[in-house]
């Protein structure tokens, strides 16, 4: 492997591609589940915004920044509302079903009962910075991964790992209103 080669446009597009495929399969598996329509939203955003990077793929960037801008703008004003209302309404419901006694299991860390647990367990302030350490940590290999692979640069991995971990802070702060 070339580690001087150039990054290549089509493995970063390749690659938002495939994340988004990916964001919005597993959005629209938790809207199937809890049959709730801002979940089929969001997997809708998803899906457009694979189409936007699909678009910039075939070497249409404008077209595809305005996709993406599009997108964004409709996700914010109609998603995010009802979002800010349910996600403290499903951290209420699970606090209510969840066993904080047994211990945290690995599946935990990708539903809201890993928040409950930590919060009981140790507290506001350490729980929110131990929940944004755990998304770090389960990123951090996948971000070593693309910048071995020069799909990102290190200074871009080392960023979204740092915005990772300040959206880790701001969304424990709005799912935490539901304990």
């Known amino acids: 492997m070339d580690l001087d080669a150039p990054i290549s446009d089509v493995n970063v597009f390749g ?28 997997s ?18 404008l077209l595809c920044l305005i996709l993406m801008g599009v997108s964004t703008l409709v996700f914010y004003i109609v998603v995010m509302p009802k979002l800010k ?8 419901k699970a606090a209510k079903t969840v066993d904080t006694s047994g211990p945290i299991r690995f599946r935990d860390l990708f539903n809201v009962s890993f928040m409950v647990k930590l919060e009981r367990k140790y507290g506001e302030h350490k729980a929110m910075v131990i929940w944004s350490v755990a998304g770090v940590a389960v990123t951090s290999p996948l971000i070593a991964v693309l910048v071995l692979l020069r799909v990102i640069t290190w200074p871009i991995g080392v960023g979204a790992l740092g915005f990772g971990f300040i959206l880790g802070l701001t969304l424990y702060r709005r799912m935490r209103k539901g304990l």
């Open 85 to 92: 209302r349910i996600m403290p309404e499903e951290v209420a």
């Open 44 to 61: 809708g955003f998803c899906g457009a915004m694979a189409f936007a990077f699909l678009v910039g793929a075939l070497g249409q960037a």
């Open 15 to 42: 690659f938002m591609i495939a994340l988004w495929i990916i964001g919005a399969a597993f959005v629209l598996y938790k809207a199937m589940k809890t049959k709730n329509s801002v979940y089929y939203m969001g």
